[in-house]
């Protein structure tokens, strides 16, 4: 299927993850940020796999290349959701 038919993927926080997100008050990290989740929501797996147990879920990590942000997120099986469990902005 061609990219640009796909659906995007829905975006949820961890509870880290969303206590970290309230804690951003800088309008440009909130911008780097929101340029992140949209990448990860066309592209799921455009970040790389982290090494894991093989128990554990399967986590992946997103550095965005032009602003200061790193996002620890893994995705759902169906790759609808990408649950994000840690901010850096």
């Known amino acids: ?8 993927a829905r975006i ?7 206590g970290q997100l309230e804690e951003i008050t800088s309008e440009a990290a ?4 929101d340029r992140a ?3 990860l929501s ?13 128990d554990r879920v399967p986590l992946r990590e997103y ?4 602003e200061q942000v790193r996002l620890l997120y893994f995705v759902t099986a169906l790759h609808t959701v990408v649950v994000v ?5």
């Open 1 to 8: 299927m061609p990219r640009n038919d796909r659906r995007r």
């Open 12 to 18: 949820a926080f961890s509870d880290p993850a969303a």
């Open 30 to 33: 909130l911008h780097a940020l």
């Open 37 to 39: 989740l949209v990448a």
């Open 42 to 54: 066309v592209d799921p797996e455009l970040g790389d796999p982290l090494p894991s147990a093989v």
């Open 63 to 66: 550095t965005d290349p032009v």
């Open 85 to 89: 469990a840690y901010i850096e902005a």
